[in-house]
């Protein structure tokens, strides 16, 4: 942790530097920093996304929906947030997959496509979500929530494509 924090004040002292030279290159809302999501295995099926809570009230989001999207792009399920709102998901998964799930998340449903400021709002209007930024005043529509296919096409060798596989009905011929 101290490594990450470290390489925080480093950025941070960047972009003081920057503002104080040259105050039109950088504003204040290009500043988003995605820290390391704290990631636990649980048994060999399980992962814990234990700050689960704190990346929802950061984004300003209602946890179900990043629920659901963080579902949908790892392809997988989950029960409800636990008591100690944690985020329990059935697979094994590292903080990197969050991380970049959580940046995607970030740049299609919080960031502000005109202004880069992540000072939006989220509402639903009929079956449309929007997402309007407070800074500039532009609105657009968020993308619907879909499912990944890239974390469902890890499959254990000898299922699909496998040429030692035998369909029913269907035996090897050898032409010698």
Do not use: W
């Not at 649980?42 to 629920?67: L, S």
């Amino acid at each position: 942790m101290a490594d990450g924090s470290y390489k925080l004040q480093i950025l941070r002292r960047v972009f003081n530097i920057l503002r104080e030279n040259s105050p039109e290159l950088v504003g204040f809302s290009l500043l988003t920093v995605i820290m390391q999501p704290q990631v636990l295995l649980e048994g060999t099926k399980k992962t814990i996304f234990v700050n689960f809570m704190d990346y929802c009230k950061t984004m300003r989001r209602q946890p179900a929906h990043v629920r659901a999207f963080l579902l949908a792009e790892l392809g997988t399920t989950s029960d409800t947030p636990d008591a100690q709102q944690r985020l329990v998901v059935r697979g094994r998964f590292t903080s990197n997959n969050f991380e970049g799930l959580l940046r995607r998340y970030v740049c299609g449903y919080v960031m502000c496509f005109d202004c880069k400021s992540t000072n939006t709002t989220f509402s639903r209007e009929v079956r449309l979500f929007f997402v309007r930024c407070e800074q500039c005043g532009s609105e657009r529509c968020a993308p619907q929530i879909r499912m990944n296919r890239r974390y469902l096409g890890r499959r254990k060798t000898g299922y699909i494509g496998s040429s030692s596989l035998v369909m029913k009905g269907k035996e090897k011929e050898d032409t010698d």
